[in-house]
C-alpha cells in the first residue's frame, strides 16, 4: 500500500510541475523533447524493424508534420516563447499529432499540407535539384577541408572514449615524484640471476 501511495504521489508531483504554468519552462521543454523526438524517434525503429507497413506510413505522417511544424516554429519560437503556456501548448500539440484516437498527424497532412505540396511541388522540385546540387558542389570543392575535420572528430571522439574508459577503470594513482623501489617480482628475479 505505502509503494501505491508514493507512485501516485510521484505522479502527481509530476503532472503537477508539468502543468503548473509558474515551474520553469525547463519541464515542459524537456517533456516537449520526449514527446515531440525520443518517443517517435523509438516508435519509428519499431515499425522499421517489424516491417509494419501501416506504421511506417503513420510515423512517416508524423514526420512530415512533426518537421513542418519545426520550420515554422524557427521563425515564431523567438516571438510566441514568450506568450503564457506556449511550452504547454506546443506539449499539447504534440501529444494531439500522436493520439491514434485523432490521428493529428494524418489530419494535418491530408488536410493542409499535402494540399500545400501538391499545389507546389513543381517548383518545390526545382528548389530541392538546385540545394543537392550546390551541395554536392560544396562537398566536392571542400573535401580537404572535410577529411580534416573528420581526423579531428575522430581524434576528439577517441580521446574521449579514452577519458571515459578512465573514469570508469581508473588506475592505482603512483604518487607525485615518488621513488619506487622494485616489484617482488623484479626482485625475485634479479637475486636468481645473481646467483
Known amino acids: 500500500m505505502a509503494s501505491l501511495l508514493g507512485s501516485n ?6 503532472l503537477r510541475l508539468l502543468l503548473s504554468p509558474f515551474s520553469s519552462n525547463v519541464v515542459v521543454r524537456t517533456a516537449c523533447c520526449t514527446v515531440g523526438i525520443v518517443l517517435p524517434v523509438y516508435s519509428t525503429f519499431k515499425a522499421i524493424e517489424a516491417k509494419d507497413q501501416t506504421e511506417q506510413q503513420k510515423w512517416l ?7 513542418s511544424f519545426s520550420i515554422a516554429e524557427v521563425f515564431a519560437d523567438k516571438i510566441l516563447s514568450w506568450f503564457p503556456l506556449y511550452y504547454h501548448m506546443k506539449f499539447a500539440f504534440l501529444v494531439w499529432l500522436q493520439l491514434p484516437s485523432v490521428d493529428g498527424a494524418r489530419q494535418l ?25 550546390e551541395m554536392a558542389k560544396f562537398v566536392s570543392a571542400h573535401q580537404p577541408e ?7 572528430t575522430m581524434k576528439i571522439l577517441v580521446s574521449a572514449n579514452q577519458m ?4 570508469m577503470n ?25 646467483e
Not at 505522417?61 to 518537421?67: P, R, T
Not at 571515459?164 to 573514469?167: A, G, H, L, N, Q
Open 9 to 14: 504521489m510521484s505522479n502527481e508531483v509530476g
Open 109 to 133: 497532412y491530408m488536410n493542409h499540407l499535402r494540399p500545400f505540396l501538391l499545389k507546389h511541388q513543381a517548383r518545390l522540385d526545382q528548389i530541392v535539384g538546385f540545394l543537392y546540387s
Open 146 to 152: 572535410i577529411q580534416f575535420g573528420k581526423r579531428i
Open 61 to 67: 505522417l508524423y514526420w512530415a508534420a512533426y518537421g
Open 164 to 167: 571515459v574508459r578512465e573514469i
Open 170 to 194: 581508473p588506475m592505482p594513482k603512483k604518487a607525485n615524484g615518488a621513488i619506487e623501489g622494485p616489484t617482488e617480482q623484479e626482485g625475485t628475479s634479479d637475486s636468481e640471476h645473481e
